[in-house]
């Protein structure tokens, strides 16, 4: 099994940065990808970003290209998703998620954070 914390939300104005952080534990966390979602009261979650475990290709949803950067490091059992140029848009609930086979899909993670919350001020 692996355990998921995340770190790093709190309220920004547009055009602010947060780093969010996903810290592994129990499953060897370098075989794993990674992947993160947001999701908004009454919608289903969206895939954002995510990450094979060798960090070698990346996925970003049209919306957060060139704003995003998802990375991770393995020796340090961490994920990271850095969030540039924020905007009001991007306001949810965000969750990191880790699985075999990873992809932008739900069912394709297994284990996931208990998330924590963006919120951006216009």
């Known amino acids: 099994q692996v355990q998921l914390v995340e770190s790093g939300g709190g309220l920004v104005q547009a055009g602010g940065s947060l780093r969010l952080s996903c810290a592994a534990s129990?499953?060897?966390?370098?075989?794993?990808?990674m992947g993160w979602f947001r999701q908004v009261s009454g919608k289903d979650r969206e895939c954002v970003a995510a990450?094979?475990?060798?960090?070698?290709?990346?996925y970003y949803t049209d919306s957060v290209k060139g704003r995003f950067t998802v990375s991770r490091d393995n020796a340090k059992n961490m994920g990271y998703l850095q969030m540039n140029n924020l905007q009001p848009e991007d306001t949810a609930v965000y969750y990191c998620?880790?699985?075999?086979?990873?992809?932008?899909?739900?069912?394709?993670?297994?284990?996931w954070g208990q998330g924590t919350q963006v919120t951006v001020s216009s």
């Open positions: 998620a880790a699985g075999d086979r990873g992809g932008s899909y739900d069912w394709e993670y297994d284990y």
């Open positions: 129990g499953r060897t966390f370098s075989t794993i990808a």
């Open positions: 990450i094979t475990w060798s960090g070698s290709n990346t």
